[in-house]
C-alpha cells in the first residue's frame, strides 16, 4: 500500500493527528511551531496558535472543547480555539516537553514528555483537572492506546524500538505489568506515534522509515504503508467509517529541498476500521 498527499507542506513537524467525529474533521499539531491545524471535510485548513509547542488535543465529553497536551503541562480550548486557557503545569524542567497523548476508556487523559534520557514521564489529567505521574523513567513517549477490554495498555517509549503492553486497572489509573508486545526492527525505523484498530491491529507510525507498519493481536508484523516522506510521526483512523489512515510527517532538521512533501498530510485506505476512541471526560 502506498499513502496519498492530502494536503501541501502544512507542518515543520506534524503530529497528533485526531479524527473529531463531531465535526467531520481531521485535527493534527505542528508541535515546535505550537499550533492546531484542523483539517474540515472539505479540505480546507485552519491554523489556531495555542503555546509554544503542542502535542495532541482531544475533544471533550463534558465541555464540548477540547483538552491539549502543552509544552509543559495542559491546556483547555473552546469549540473553535478562538479561547485558549491554561491548565495545569506537569512539569518545569526547561530540557522536557510533552510529546504524544491519548484518552483511557474512563476519559482521563495522558500525555507522556520527552527529554535526555530516562527524564521524561507519562502523567495522567483526571476529568477534575489533577494531575498524577504514572510512569517514570521515559525518554521519548509516544503512542499510546488501550484495547477494546480497557485492561490493556500499549505504548512506545522510542528509544526502545518496542511497542510495549502493559496491565491497566480502569477504576484507578495505573499500569502493571509490562512486556514486549513488539520489537521493531532498527532497520525499519524508529516507533512513534500509533492507532489501533478494532481488531486489535497496532498500527504505528516509523520516523526514519517512510512508511507505517501494522502488527496483529500476536504483535507480527502483518501489512506496510509506504509514505513520501522519511520523517514518519503519527497516524490515526478517521473519516465517516473510521477506515481511512491519517498520517503526519515532519521536516525537522532536513536540508532545504531534500524532502519536497515532508510536512504534508497523507491518507491511506488501511482495509480495516479504526477502533472508536474515548473522548476526555472534562
Sequence with gaps: ?????????????????YWDARIGSLLFVDMLEG??????GDGTLARHPVDPAVAAAVRGRSSGGYVIGVERGFAFADASFSTVEAGPVAFT????RMNDGGCDPRGRFLCGSMG???TGALYSLAPDHSVSTVLTSVSTSN???WNAAGDTAFYTDTPTQRIDALDYDVETGRFGGRRTFALV??????????????????????YGGSAVVRYDQQGRLSERIDVPASQVTACAFGGDDLRTLFITTSRQELDDGAEPLAGALFSAAAGVAGAALPLFAG
Design 185 to 206: 526492527d532498527p532497520s525499519l525505523g524508529a516507533p512513534d506515534g500509533m492507532a489501533i484498530d478494532s481488531e486489535g491491529g497496532i498500527w504505528t507510525a516509523l
Design 93 to 96: 524542567d526547561p530540557s522536557v
Design 1 to 17: 500500500m502506498k499513502a496519498e498527499q492530502l494536503t501541501d507542506v502544512c507542518t515543520y513537524h506534524g503530529e497528533g493527528p
Design 143 to 145: 503512542g499510546l492506546h
Design 35 to 40: 499550533d492546531v491545524l484542523v483539517r474540515s
Design 116 to 118: 535526555s534520557f530516562g
